[in-house]
């Protein structure tokens, strides 16, 4: 059994705790400050890890809390947001990291500018956030706030958005990422307190256009995007990196799901710059990048009860071709979003945009506003033999071992227990093992991987 009775009580415990506790309303406060936030824990596992030279199984009982505080003083809005995020129940074998675990620390601090002129003509408004701060824009393959990771990803400079009365947007923004501590396993284990602290040596930009209503009523809906995005690095003595400089253009058009019809998404960038092979300070070699991402989806969605909707899609990230020459072709992840796309992550999560040719299907219910559920299936094949399976971190430059990686079945239901406040979500996933898996060198046992979770978050 891959959910272990004895740590599940534990777990319940704590839920039915959240779920019988009155719920409070929040204290009166002053007009020009709010506080809000949410509380989640989390129990999950994973049966038959196929991470190399891992196996058997991990579970983790994980807590998340975030507490947002904004104070508008009209002009200028500043905010705090704190996040204190720790695992429980690991053992040696489970693949912890600090997109796992991050005691208290702050997450967000800035001062907005909400008031200045757009950059979008007559009409539009215009905001600059400086400081501490989370980014997600459109449709989050690019960059995004994760929701699903038990440790959610900052950064640190400035982002300026601009907007119209009819939808238009434009975002601008020059930030370096937030390095996450703890790091080390002895820490991780221990959840020990450490300060984040900025990557100065990672510089991070990017222009981004949202476009609404795209061609007007010929195709009522339809949104396009046009984009381009980079990111620079360089050596610090605490910080050693690839040296990585790219530049990724790219555009998207897409109509959002609606009862009744037909919608699509359409999203592709290619990236280019150089780098190194690895981040050894005596690697003085530049690579030539060249990768590229594709994500390509139409789906219906019916009028009928429950509002059944089904989507067919497909998923490319380009891989590397040769390993030996000075050409690096693999579609790195970078800031971007995976799980809405591909699968639950976490100590699963074995497809990312990364070497990757997936085709799929997926259907979704939403039968009222309290509760939804989907289902996802991907064909996941290894875009190139001879590149890696880069969450396994296997890898079989011969290319014998072939490229299908195997069936990827992924699922989740939530459920609004008390509207707005307590949400319960369950969900599972499951990898049965292709080719590439079962024969690739030090390749996992067995003949797949199967993951679950049961959470409740609690918002306040």
């Keep these: 059994m891959w959910f272990r009775p004895k740590r599940l009580l534990s777990l319940l415990a704590i839920l039915s705790t959240m779920g019988s506790a009155p719920i409070y309303a929040q204290s009166e406060t002053p007009d020009w400050l709010s506080v809000h936030g949410e509380s989640r824990v989390r129990y999950q596992s994973t049966q038959n890890q196929f991470r190399v030279n891992r196996s058997g199984g991990d579970q983790l009982l994980l807590f998340r809390t975030l507490v947002d505080i904004k104070a508008d003083t009209g002009p200028i809005t500043f905010g705090l947001e704190l996040q204190d995020s720790r695992a429980y129940l690991d053992d040696s074998g489970t693949p912890l990291t600090s997109s796992t675990v991050n005691p208290l620390d702050i997450l967000q601090l800035y001062s907005r500018i909400?008031?200045?002129?757009?950059?979008?003509?007559?009409?539009?408004?215009?905001?600059?956030?400086?400081?501490?701060?989370?980014?997600?824009?459109?449709s989050k393959r690019q960059i995004e706030r994760a929701d699903f990771g038990n440790v959610i990803k900052s950064y640190t400079g400035a982002y300026f958005q601009s907007?119209?009365?009819?939808?238009?947007?434009?975002?601008?923004?020059?930030?370096?990422?937030?390095?996450?501590?703890?790091?080390?396993?002895?820490?991780?284990?221990?959840?020990?307190?450490?300060?984040?602290?900025?990557?100065?040596?990672?510089?991070i930009w990017a222009a981004h256009y949202r476009r609404a209503d795209l061609l007007g009523e010929r195709v009522p809906g339809l949104w396009g995007e046009a984009f381009v995005y980079g990111l620079n690095e360089r050596d610090k003595d605490t910080l050693q990196t690839p040296n990585r400089s790219y530049i990724a253009p790219g555009a998207r058009i897409y109509r959002l799901a609606a009862p009744g019809q037909w919608d699509i998404d359409l999203e592709g960038s290619f990236r280019h710059g150089t780098r190194k092979a690895s981040s050894a300070a005596s690697d003085q070699n530049d690579l030539d990048v060249r990768a590229s991402m594709l994500f390509a989806s139409i789906g219906y969605t019916w009028d009928a009860p429950w509002r059944p909707h089904l989507a067919f899609e497909y998923y490319y990230a380009s891989g590397d071709?040769?390993?030996?020459?000075?050409?690096?072709?693999?579609?790195?992840?970078?800031?971007?979003?995976?799980?809405?796309?591909?699968?639950?992550?976490?100590?699963?999560?074995?497809?990312?945009?990364?070497?990757?040719?997936?085709?799929?299907?997926?259907?979704?219910?939403?039968?009222?506003?309290?509760?939804?559920?989907?289902?996802?299936?991907?064909?996941?094949?290894?875009?190139?033999?001879?590149?890696?399976?880069?969450?396994?971190?296997?890898r079989d430059p011969s290319g014998n071992s072939g490229r299908f990686i195997g069936h990827e079945i992924d699922a989740r239901a939530r459920y609004w227990v008390v509207p707005k406040t307590l949400r319960l979500e369950v969900g599972g996933s499951g990898l049965i093992f292709g080719r590439f898996a079962k024969t690739v060198p030090n390749g996992p046992s067995g003949n797949g991987s199967v993951f679950g979770f049961v959470q409740m978050t609690y918002s306040f």
Excluded at 188 to 199: P, T, V, Y
Excluded at 386 to 391: E, G, L, M, T
């Design 114 to 138: 909400d008031a200045l002129p757009g950059l979008l003509g007559a009409g539009s408004k215009g905001k600059l956030t400086l400081g501490r701060q989370t980014v997600s824009i459109g």
């Design 321 to 394: 071709n040769d390993p030996t020459d000075d050409i690096f072709g693999q579609h790195e992840r970078l800031f971007g979003g995976r799980r809405t796309d591909l699968n639950n992550t976490s100590t699963f999560g074995p497809l990312t945009p990364a070497n990757l040719s997936a085709p799929g299907v997926r259907f979704e219910i939403k039968p009222n506003d309290r509760w939804d559920a989907r289902l996802y299936y991907h064909a996941a094949h290894l875009d190139s033999a001879s590149d890696s399976w880069v969450v396994a971190k296997l």
């Design 163 to 203: 907007e119209t009365t009819n939808g238009d947007e434009l975002h601008l923004f020059y930030v370096v990422p937030i390095g996450r501590f703890p790091s080390s396993r002895s820490e991780l284990d221990d959840n020990a307190l450490s300060g984040d602290e900025e990557q100065w040596g990672r510089r």
